[in-house]
């Protein structure tokens, strides 16, 4: 697993292992990036499905119910398949856009 750190965002990768196994060693290694805005890039996986973005859904929830953003990157399904409680992004920049607009709807309370 592999922690990118800049500022208050940690990108998260993995490669060479299962979509299961990254979940795994993500709930393992939590407490590392739990304070951190994160983005986890799963361009390594290539073709995912909506199903498998799903797996995320109680870390997504837990982590942003703590305030911070939880944004998954791929490309492989579309946002408008996934639930809103899953931010979902093409690019890490587009990521890094939804942090941004969190934070200020953070910021106004809104």
Do not use: C, W
């Amino acid at each position: 697993m592999i922690f990118d750190k800049d500022g208050n965002i940690t990108i998260v990768m993995q490669e060479k292992a299962s979509l299961a196994t990254f979940l795994k060693n993500l709930n393992q290694e939590y407490h590392k990036v739990k304070n951190d805005h994160l983005i986890l890039n799963l361009f390594s996986f290539g073709t995912l499905s909506t199903s498998d973005l799903l797996e995320f859904m109680d870390l997504s929830n837990q982590h942003r119910g703590s305030g911070k953003s939880f944004v998954l990157v791929s490309n492989s399904v579309a946002p408008d398949d996934i639930p809103e409680e899953i931010s979902l992004a093409p690019t890490l920049q587009e990521a890094r856009d939804i942090i941004e607009m969190e934070e200020i709807e953070r910021d106004l309370d809104l």
